[in-house]
């Protein structure tokens, strides 16, 4: 049994490498094709998108599967499906032909959801961003078509190149009978009931946008690049794949240390160097510069997007425990279609203008709001940190502003006082004095606090109740960034209880 929970993360990532290489058959030999099927460039823009679109979409269905019927089954039959559309692709002599094959090869993208929802079963948190890395690291699979698919189309032309692929999906159908886990731990929650629960966090949605934009461009300049590099910079097919492979290997192998990197340090703050970095290329790319500066772009693009794509499922575990499925499907969906407009906006932009430059600066825009909306995600998630240890800790806060007005309290005040947050909140802390205190006491405590801003010490205060009790109080002033004094906040707990309780 451990021997079979060993090997899921190299099989599975295997896996995904196939399925991503039959995902992009299209997009890859698409030169070739177009020898021998004439193609308008908005059909050409539909051939290559439809198997994004599809692969999108299915990748719902297929986290929430996953968790029901476990990584083995779906790997064997999806690759057992994909069989069919191989041999119709590689018998296709029209664009109605490549539309229907091309939208049944969206099977191959799908298979992503599988092992990112498959992988955390078996690994510790503490580990999930690296594992979803490495498993990522099967976007390999888009840079061995784009790669290899044209040399050997350039060899054995393009129908057989693509025939080959159906001795691959058998193998490795096999190799999931064979060693895939058959225990695997099923979630067998409605999918409705887990589209619902996860649907009403803002986070989610955060997180689809967020990879959206970023696995979006992974697919989006895969799917664009080798058709644009031969028609534009009049570069030939061989060199298009091998500098698109250079975009891909680079993208990919970016992204485990993306998933390293939100394991070890804050992933909202990696986020935020990605989103910097994918506004500035986009900027770059969008003058339409020399091949070298426009390289740098697209190398910039792939550091980012392949970092982010890394980091980003980092996240989903700490937001979606019980719902990782369906939110893993939706978020890769997302992410998908990231991938699907592009290519057609970009093609509608050229027909329209003859250039590419205001798609690039519509992904400038998108990446300088998720860079955004990642630093307030970042500020929130602190916000939301101190208001547990407010509300969580054993002793009593009570916040004041300058005019000693108390503007807020946690449930240990109540606890302790009898006041509740409504009875205190816009009175002063006066209402606990307990009259055992002289005017001296106080007048000391308000010097320290202005020369220190700080005091601390024993003080007898009295409940709603009337019963006075001994407390330890710190008082401590709340200075902003111009050192002015903003707050004070009151930290005290009933010393005189515990004391009673040594004695007893």
Not at 185 to 196: D, S, Y
């Amino acid at each position: 049994m451990q021997d079979a929970k060993k090997v899921q993360l190299p099989l599975q990532t295997v896996s995904l490498v196939l399925g991503f290489m039959v995902w992009v058959i299209l997009s890859s030999l698409m030169p070739y094709i177009k020898e021998d099927i004439e193609l308008t460039s908005s059909q050409l823009a539909w051939v290559t998108a439809v198997p994004v679109l599809i692969g999108s979409v299915m990748r719902i269905p297929y986290g929430y599967w996953t968790n029901r019927h476990g990584a083995r089954r779906l790997f064997m039959i999806s690759f057992a499906l994909l069989l069919a559309p191989v041999f119709w692709v590689s018998r296709a002599d029209s664009f109605g032909d490549l539309i229907v094959g091309g939208a049944f090869l969206g099977i191959g993208g799908a298979v992503f959801s599988v092992g990112v929802t498959s992988l955390p079963k078996y690994y510790p948190k503490e580990r999930h961003g690296f594992v979803n890395g490495i498993y990522g690291i099967g976007n390999l699979g888009t840079a061995i078509s784009a790669f290899g698919a044209p040399a050997l189309a350039s060899s054995i032309g393009w129908s057989r190149t693509v025939m080959l692929y159906s001795v691959a999906l058998v193998l490795l159908a096999g190799c999931n009978f064979l060693l895939g886990d058959r225990k695997e731990t099923p979630v067998r929650t409605p999918i409705m009931e887990q589209i619902k629960a996860v649907s009403r966090s803002e986070k989610l949605w955060f997180l689809c946008l967020f990879y959206f934009l970023t696995f979006g461009s992974f697919v989006a300049f895969t799917v664009y690049l080798p058709n644009f590099l031969v028609s534009h910079f009049d570069l030939d097919k061989v060199d298009a794949g091998m500098r698109t492979a250079g975009f891909i290997a680079l993208a990919t192998a970016m992204r485990p240390i993306g998933g390293w990197l939100g394991d070890r340090y804050n992933p909202f703050k990696i986020l935020m160097l990605v989103f910097a970095g994918l506004t500035a290329a986009a900027i770059l790319l969008s003058f339409s510069p020399s091949i070298a500066l426009y390289t740098v772009g697209c190398l910039t693009v792939a550091l980012c997007a392949g970092t982010g794509n890394g980091t980003i499922f980092k996240l989903v575990p700490l937001y979606f425990t019980k719902q990782a499925g369906i939110a893993n499907g939706m978020i890769s969906a997302m992410g998908g279609l990231g991938g699907f407009f592009p290519p057609l906006l970009l093609t509608a932009i050229y027909g329209l203008t003859g250039q590419y430059s205001i798609g690039f600066m519509a992904l400038a825009q998108i990446a300088l709001a998720s860079f955004v909306l990642v630093n307030w995600m970042f500020f929130q998630d602190k916000l939301t940190l101190s208001a547990h240890v407010l509300e969580n800790t054993i002793e009593a806060i009570l916040i004041t502003d300058t005019n000693g007005v108390i503007t807020s309290v946690n449930p240990a005040f109540t606890a302790i006082t009898g006041y509740s947050a409504d009875e205190a909140v816009g009175r002063k802390p006066s209402i606990l004095k307990s009259g055992k205190q002289d005017k001296g006491f106080y007048d000391e405590m308000w010097r320290s606090l202005r020369e220190k801003g700080y005091w601390q010490g024993e003080i007898w205060n009295r409940r709603k109740n009337g019963e006075i009790y001994l407390e330890w109080l710190s008082v401590t002033a709340i200075r902003n960034e111009a050192e002015e004094v903003k707050n004070y906040a009151g930290m005290f707990s009933d010393i005189g209880s515990n004391r009673r309780t040594v004695e007893g």
